[in-house]
């Protein structure tokens, strides 16, 4: 018998459940020539000119032009000029099949591309009235430089430097290669996904591997392709603090559970689209990312279901980041944690901050799942129910019980289904604000002391609970359960039963609550019918 519910399927239907960094997208780029007054010190203090210009620009950059030409030559590397719109990946892929070296350059790819870079304005002295040259930001296109190298511990990879100054890089790496190749290394049989395992003879230490990728594992290997690549700038430079720093533009954080058979991860999914169709609010599952969302809050916030011939993916977006649901090459449920902007999340680009990143990613991973697995799985036992609907004392305080015929409290319930993915609670205002617009409720009709007595009954119901040393609460897993429980009962059965009891959609296509009754009051009047004419 095939197993139903998303809940059961993952748990006897998984043979390999791992997670990790997936792709990291780095900012490569020189601190100290950030802003105009930075590029002036460069050129006047440092290399000692009379005068700030970017003129002084141009030497460095042919040069570097030059020293790209000289290295392709030595190294016998091919040098390939894009198409626009041409694939990069896909000619990355084409030139991996034949590259035998376990480590090398496989080609440079130049592209042109838009870039930051410095010009010269003038600017009118406050002191003197008289105009000086000053370095703004300008936008400019010019040559890329795409190095795409295979490194024996990480495998694929590449940095991509611009040729204009100062001469900012991007690195790409992919930390699933990243654990293949060490598996490789250690002798340990496995079986490839596409950017991904299907399966390992030793599971746990792949995750081991997975969890290892440090910061300083990953700045290490820059620092020794740096080190063989052309640079820009000379050992002086670098004598006196002109170093690249890395900062982080994007990173993925992915979790893949591998199915026993493909029939077992497809149904699973299936479920998966049909819960968040029914549930799958967007200001529900956008608050996986654990941030706020006011009506000024930039960006889009949504749920989607997308289909790419008979393969339908999730996607929930939040701000400039997003999470990323799939069944994998028809074999694994993938969920992608995509952070496109570390502000986002109150956190700087730093690649010191990558922990941090990783607790988020992660964490908004399992949180999906869990919520996924529980909107299937809330039945409550009698007693839980009657603790949430009848008065309770405690501590020697009571509170009124929360009745599912109560507009109210099914604004908290729905409430509590919106924040209960937040893995650092929610704020008393934060629930205001929604339930005032729940209940079509101006913001001041619905006062901080109502929203303090809400918060009271669900706390003593056991529903949530205070955060120590904060003014945050957090769902707890009974207040999971309950709400998930409650207005699936309203949304499912109560709202649509009645409407349909009562003629309320009498063009519905599918009206199962309506036929069933309309079926028993026939055997009612069939059966008093049949009363009436029996003989006494």
């Known amino acids: 018998m095939l197993v139903q519910t998303v809940g059961e399927l993952l748990k006897d239907r998984v043979t390999l459940d791992i997670e990790g960094i997936d792709r990291l997208y780095l900012n490569l780029y020189q601190p100290r020539l950030q802003t105009g007054g930075g590029v002036a010190n460069f050129f006047k203090v440092h290399r000692g000119a009379k005068v700030a210009s970017t003129v002084l620009m141009a030497p460095i950059s042919r040069a570097f032009v030059k020293a790209i030409d000289r290295f392709a030559q030595r190294e016998g590397v091919e040098i390939v000029t894009f198409a626009k719109g041409q694939r990069k990946d896909d000619m990355t892929r084409e030139r991996l099949r034949d590259f035998a070296q376990p480590e090398g350059v496989l080609y440079i790819g130049k592209a042109q591309e838009r870039f930051a870079s410095f010009r010269m304005i003038k600017k009118i002295s406050a002191h003197t009235g008289q105009p000086y040259p000053w370095f703004t930001r300008g936008t400019v296109m010019c040559n890329h430089d795409y190095f795409y190298l295979v490194d024996a511990d990480f495998g694929p990879l590449f940095i991509k430097f611009c040729s204009y100054f100062p001469y900012t890089a991007r690195v790409c790496l992919n930390g699933h290669e990243h654990v293949k190749r060490q598996l490789a290394k250690a002798g340990i049989p496995f079986e490839a996904l596409d950017n991904g395992l299907l399966g390992c003879a030793d599971p746990a230490l792949a995750q081991r591997i997975l969890d290892d990728l440090s910061e300083e594992t990953i700045a290490a290997l820059v620092a020794k392709w740096l080190g063989r690549l052309p640079d820009p700038f000379t050992a002086e430079d670098h004598a006196a603090g002109y170093t690249f720093q890395l900062s982080i533009l994007q990173a993925e954080f992915a979790r893949t559970q591998v199915f026993d058979r493909p029939l077992s991860g497809r149904h699973l999914f299936e479920e998966v689209i049909r819960e ?136 908290l319930f729905t409430a509590l289904c919106l924040f209960l993915t937040l893995p650092e609670g929610f704020r008393h205002a934060g629930m205001r604000t929604w339930m005032a617009q729940a209940l079509g409720l101006p913001l001041a009709a619905y006062s901080p002391g109502r929203m303090t007595y809400d918060l009271r009954r669900l706390r003593l119901h056991g529903l949530i609970e205070r955060i120590p040393q904060s003014h945050r609460y957090r769902v707890t897993d009974a207040g999971l359960r309950v709400a998930l429980f409650f207005t699936k009962v309203h949304s499912r059965i109560l709202r649509p039963g009645l409407s349909q009891v009562f003629d309320g959609c009498p063009k519905a296509p599918n009206r199962p609550i309506a036929t069933a009754m309309s079926r028993l009051q026939q055997a009612l009047a069939d059966l008093f019918e049949q009363a009436k004419l029996a003989p006494v």
């Open 276 to 411: 968040n169709l029914d549930l799958g609010r967007p200001e529900k599952v956008s608050l996986i990312f654990n941030r706020r969302i006011t009506k000024r809050t930039p960006g889009s916030f949504h749920t989607r279901v997308i289909t790419q011939g008979v393969i339908p993916s999730l996607h929930v977006g939040y701000k400039a980041s997003k999470i990323k649901q799939y069944f994998k090459e028809g074999r694994a449920l993938r969920t992608e944690t995509t952070i496109n902007n570390t502000h986002d999340f109150g956190i700087g680009r730093n690649l010191n901050n990558l922990p941090a990143l990783r607790a988020i990613g992660f964490n908004a991973n399992r949180r999906l799942l869990e919520v996924e697995t529980l909107a299937q799985d809330c039945l409550l036992a009698e007693e839980v129910f009657d603790q949430v609907t009848q008065p309770q004392v405690v501590g020697g305080q009571r509170a009124p019980g929360l009745h599912l015929d109560d507009p109210r409290v099914l604004a």
